[in-house]
Each structure stands twice: as C-alpha cells, then as structure tokens.
C-alpha cells in the first residue's frame, strides 16, 4: 500500500513538473504580448481601434490569470514582481483580469493615508482577489452584481471582503474550500485530486497562503443569501504609500466623502419681555407696600422694542397693488381732463 501512494506521489511531480515548464513558457510569452500591447496603446489615436485594442488587453489578462494559477499550483511563482502597490490598485488590478469585470462594485472603507501592500505580497494578494472575485462571478446569474468592500480592523489587518448574491455553498462545498485555501498541508495536494478538468483556484490560494502568510476564509454566508469571502492582509504586509508622490491609479476605488456637517440652527430669541416692559412687582415679591413704578425706557431698549424682521414680499400682492396704483392715477388724469374741458 505504502509503495503504491509513494508511486502516486512520484507521478504526480513528475506532472507538476512538466505542467510548471509549460506554464512558465506561456506566462513568458503573455508578457511579451502584454508590453507590445501596451505600446499599440500608447501610440494610438484612433478611438474605435483603440477599443479593439483594450478589448484584446482585457482577453490577454484573462489567459494570463489562467496560466498564472496553473503555475502556482505547480510549485512555480506567480512570475510578476510589483513594487509596494496601493490596495486599491491590487484590487482594481485584479477585476481586471475577469470576465464579467463591470459586475464588480468596489467600495473602500479605508482611512486616508495611502494604506499599500508591500512589493513581494502584492502579486499574490492581487492573484487571491482575482480567484475569489472569479468564484463570486461564476456563481451568481450575470445580472447580479458581486460587492468588494476594503476595511481596516482593529488588529492592524486589512481586509478584503467579496459578497455574491448567489444560491451558496454546500457543506461539502465549504469544508473543502476551507481546506484548500487554508494553505494547510499546501505541497501535499495532490493535482489529480482537483478533479477533471482541475479546480485550480482555491488550490492556488492555499498555496500563496502558505508561502506569505495572509489569511482567507470563505465559509460565511452573504447579507444577500450568497457566499462572502474574506481575504486578510496582516499589519506585516502592509505599508504607508505617499498619496501625494505616488497617488492611486484613476481606476482605484476613491473612499467615501464624509458627510457634511449640518448648520446649527439660530438660536431662538428669548421669551423674556423687554427690559423697559418689564413687571417691577416681580422684583420685590415679599414687599406688598411697594407700588409699581414706571421706568424710562433706554434709547437702546427702545431700538430693540421697536426693531421688526423685513417683511417678505408677495409677487402676485406687489403686482396687484402696482395695477391699482397705476388705475388710480390714469382715473386721477381723467378727472383733472375733464375738469379743464369744463371750465374752458
């Protein structure tokens, strides 16, 4: 029995290996693709050709991820290497590589600061993201949008949270995601072991798990009945970015703004009378000889009493009354012609 599971191991990484070898060679070659694209890009100033042309980037991207994924499952790395990288750019980098891209809403919960992943995790962050968004996709109808939210946590972690609005997992379903992208027992996996044509996603998750150290959990239920899975990226894998020398890309998610703050409202005026108006019996309750006495009303008190808030003006009043001043003064000219034709 032992010799025939060391036989399968055998035959097994003789398979990765071989697949490691081809993969590396097609990711080599999508690169190359990739840069000559990016110059079409650069030197075109037609608008219906340069859509042709990011149609053509979009679908280079797509192979690229599948390619990529296949590697890393394989021992390999991901074969591209970022300086430290904003996490909203990581994200927007990895909607990129998706079918079905404009489904995914990303929204960012972050504080202002320029929160970054560092050079060496930002490609396997953005691979996760990719796979998990990918999965989110796939099990939802295609009219059903797929949320991201990036937040920050009281622990220093950041993380990135993907809800679908699909019919869910099962049991088994979820004891076997959350075994694979848990990186536990990663070089163990056998390929064979993914099925026909072979799951490679989840599997490529526990393999980056393993080999950096965040963490990625699917085993919640969505606010909207699907799955949410979670992708945390620990404080030693995060960095401070200077937005201002190196800002985000314009297709990162931009945070909220706060909400403005209102207006107090004026203050109420008192309801107190007016100081000249004032009851003189008040001030002497105990004392029932004393007469009222009348006080002299200040020059400053008597503004006050006197001062009114403008009254506000009618459109149709003002009209009504300029008609009535203009027929009392052609009635008024009228009487005085007639007059003067009388005594003539």
């Given at each position: 029995m032992q010799t025939l599971v060391d036989e399968r191991g055998r035959i097994d990484a003789a398979a990765r290996a071989a697949l490691r070898g081809a993969c590396t060679a097609i990711q080599a070659q999508s690169f190359r693709l990739q840069t000559l694209i990016d110059d079409l890009q650069r030197d075109c100033r037609d608008p219906e050709v340069l859509q042709e042309y990011f149609r053509i980037d979009q679908l280079n991207e797509r192979v690229l991820r599948l390619v990529q994924k296949a590697a890393i499952v394989s021992g390999s790395w991901p074969g591209l290497v970022r300086p430290d990288t904003h996490l909203p750019d990581v994200v927007a980098g990895a909607t990129s590589r998706l079918h079905g891209f404009e489904r995914v809403q990303v929204h960012t919960k972050l504080p202002a600061g320029g929160v970054g992943v560092v050079g060496r995790a930002a490609e396997p962050v953005a691979v996760a993201c990719a796979e998990l968004m990918a999965n989110a996709l796939e099990s939802s109808r295609g009219d059903l949008a797929v949320e991201v939210t990036l937040l920050q946590t009281d622990n220093g972690s950041v993380c990135v949270q993907i809800d679908d609005a699909g019919k869910g997992m099962t049991r088994e379903a979820v004891a076997r995601g959350t075994r694979l992208v848990s990186g536990e027992n990663a070089g163990e996996l056998l390929i064979t072991e993914l099925g026909d044509p072979p799951a490679l996603g989840f599997a490529a998750i526990g393999q980056l798990v393993?080999?950096?150290?965040?963490?990625?959990?699917?085993?919640?239920?969505?606010?909207?009945?699907?799955?949410?899975?979670?992708?945390?990226?620990?404080?030693?894998?995060?960095?401070?970015?200077?937005?201002?020398?190196?800002?985000?890309?314009?297709?990162?998610a931009m945070p909220t703004p706060a909400p403005r703050t209102p207006i107090p409202p004026v203050a109420a005026v008192s309801a107190e009378p007016a100081e000249g108006l004032r009851d003189v019996s008040a001030s002497a309750p105990g004392d029932a000889s004393t007469l009222p006495q009348r006080r002299r009303r200040s020059g400053s008190s008597r503004g006050r009493s006197l001062t009114r808030a403008p009254r506000p003006v009618d459109p149709e009043e003002a009209g009504t009354a300029w008609g009535d001043f203009e027929q009392a003064v052609a009635a008024g000219r009228d009487g005085t012609d007639s007059e003067n034709k009388d005594k003539s």
């Open positions: 393993a080999d950096h150290g965040f963490h990625v959990s699917v085993d919640q239920v969505s606010p909207y009945g699907g799955v949410r899975a979670v992708l945390a990226v620990p404080p030693h894998l995060l960095t401070t970015i200077d937005e201002t020398a190196e800002p985000p890309s314009a297709m990162a």
